[in-house]
């Protein structure tokens, strides 16, 4: 006969279905989903089914689900393991974007869907039926355009005008997202198209959505839960770099920290307004973006973002336990009245900052955009915004005050005049200032006088040289989009291997002095990991 140590409850079965293997833009971050998935589903007394495949994770352990299938993600694998148990319902919610691709497959199997239906994830995944939502509840969008084909493709464009953003549907990791700039950007776009093969091709997943490129924007991320009618708003978190950088590459503040009240009141209001119009049950994340006080919204995604666990760790609310629940028909009063999952409260001020993977990969340029690259981050928290960034910058590898007192400012044409004030705030604070010839001479016209130094091939000292001496602790670089090989490319990769913190905004620089100017506090502030759930 055949082994089998398989057992059975009387309670009900709820199966998950993971991330599978780790990769850039899924990673252990669903993995803390899928576990406080599990751990509220055995609280509640359901019997928790676990199908992941990756041996690396919590949620593959032995004990930690009532039963672990370690399988493959393929539909196969899963419609195998569903049809052995016959489960109540199925959370595709909490492994990122792999399960969401298998749900119109598990419906039409005749298995039920626990918490947002077939039909919300394909409102908010489809990006022509999520901007139809949007104008039918009057949320801004940027100007867009649906291309279906390379030849529609071409006209949106057109139509829309330079700069703009290509989002294919049904991505994760922000995977073949591009900001397009000119002519000869779309054309290498298409071209890499045309020698795509099936996998890597977006139109395979979906129409391709053409969006109006807001520059100069603040992003936000919204993480929320919901039982359907009613919403609980977890987190609001405003990037530190400006739109246009993904979400999971991006340091991200909670609370926000410069926008108006009014703003985040009306952020408020559109995340409730669009999760109850979709009948949300469970988890919601909405990214928005904030162009002079008027508000865009991105996307949203029906399912556990990269976020939710830091903010859930951050505000002590569990709100992933919270979510399983409502998936399963808890309403949001039962939650609050049978359980402490969503009692926390924080006064402190939490920065996640990115980690990449530079090192492994020294032919890549650091410069970031909106496909992925991240593959770790790091948390800072402190009772003030400077605190907690100079704590996420010394966890990320660059330590502030170490070196020299030197920033070296590096400036595209349509960047020099952004950059005035911030640049006289360094020479106020003490700091050196270095430069390239073009962004000297601009600085020298406002009576800002710098160091000029030489391209990366000219005689020393040079953009390079300086910082293989430790004279500099921040760089301001804004990029040309020129590509490999740049001095810009030289001056970014020899930054992150001499932990030099390089920032390509005005914001990124006016923080960064934040930080600087606490970093004789930064010991005084001080906590138990123990204190952050």
């Known amino acids: 006969g055949v082994e089998n140590d398989d057992y059975a409850t009387r309670n009900k079965k709820v199966v998950i279905i993971g991330s599978g293997p780790n990769r850039i833009g899924q990673g252990i971050e669903f993995d803390y989903c899928c576990v406080h998935g599990v751990d509220s589903l055995k609280e509640n007394n359901y019997e928790a089914i676990m199908i992941n495949s990756n041996p690396e994770t919590v949620s593959t352990d032995y004990d ?36 969401l ?17 077939l039909e919300v994830i394909e409102s908010t995944e489809d990006r022509d039926l999520f901007q139809k939502l949007c104008k039918s509840l009057e949320i801004n969008q940027p100007q867009s355009e649906i291309a279906t084909d390379e030849n529609a493709l071409t006209i949106a464009v057109q139509n829309i005008g330079y700069p703009v953003l290509l989002r294919p549907s049904y991505v994760l990791g922000g995977r073949a997202m591009r900001v397009v ?77 410069s926008i108006k009240d009014s703003v985040i009141e009306e ?15 469970g988890l919601l994340n909405i990214q928005f973006a904030i162009k002079e006080d008027t508000l865009y919204i991105l996307e949203a995604n029906p399912r556990a973002s990269r976020t939710m666990p830091f903010v859930a760790k951050v505000t002590s609310n569990q709100i992933i336990k919270a979510g399983t629940l409502m998936m399963l028909g808890y309403s949001l009063k039962e939650v609050h009245k049978s359980t402490n999952y969503l009692s926390g409260k924080t006064h402190k001020i939490a920065i996640k900052k990115a980690i990449f993977p530079w090192s492994r990969f020294p032919a890549e340029d650091t410069m970031l955009g909106p496909e992925m690259k991240a593959t770790g ?84 000292p040079t953009s390079l040289t300086i910082i293989e001496d430790e004279l500099i602790s921040l760089i301001i670089n804004t990029p040309t989009f020129e590509n490999e090989y740049s001095d810009g490319w030289k001056i970014r990769r020899l930054a992150h291997e001499t932990g030099v913190a390089v920032v390509s905004s005005v914001r990124e620089a006016d923080a960064f002095i934040h930080a600087y100017k606490e970093k004789k506090n930064v010991l005084n502030d001080l906590e138990t990991i123990q204190n952050v759930s």
Do not use: M
């Open 64 to 99: 930690t689900a009532t039963k672990l299938y370690f399988e493959p993600l393929s539909w196969n694998e899963v419609k195998a393991v569903l049809d052995k148990e016959k489960p109540d319902s199925v959370i595709i919610q909490l492994g990122g974007q792999t399960p």
């Open 101 to 117: 691709k298998l749900a119109k497959k598990i419906v039409n199997a005749g298995y039920k869907i626990a918490g947002s239906s």
């Open 181 to 257: 700039q000119n002519e000869t950007e779309l054309q290498k776009y298409l071209k890499v198209l045309a020698l795509s093969d099936d996998d890597g091709n977006p139109f395979n997943s979906g129409p391709i959505l053409v969006d109006e490129y807001l520059t100069n924007t603040v992003e936000v991320d919204v993480d929320l839960i919901s039982d359907g009618d009613e919403v609980f708003i977890a987190g609001i978190l405003e990037h530190l770099e400006l739109a246009g950088v993904h979400s999971g590459d991006s340091t991200a503040v909670l609370p926000p920290f």
């Open 267 to 281: 952020i408020n209001e559109k995340s409730i307004k669009l999760a109850k119009s979709l009948k949300v049950k």
């Open 377 to 460: 981050e790091v948390l800072g928290i402190g009772n003030t915004f400077g605190t907690a960034l100079h704590k996420a910058y010394a966890a990320s590898g660059v330590e502030i005050g170490k070196k020299q007192k030197g920033v070296f400012i590096t400036l595209s044409d349509d960047q020099k005049q952004n950059f005035i004030e911030t640049a006289k705030s360094f020479k106020k604070l003490g700091f050196k200032l270095y430069s390239t010839e073009g962004t000297g001479k601009y600085l020298n016209s406002f009576g800002i006088k710098s160091t000029v130094v030489g391209r990366a091939d000219s005689a020393t």
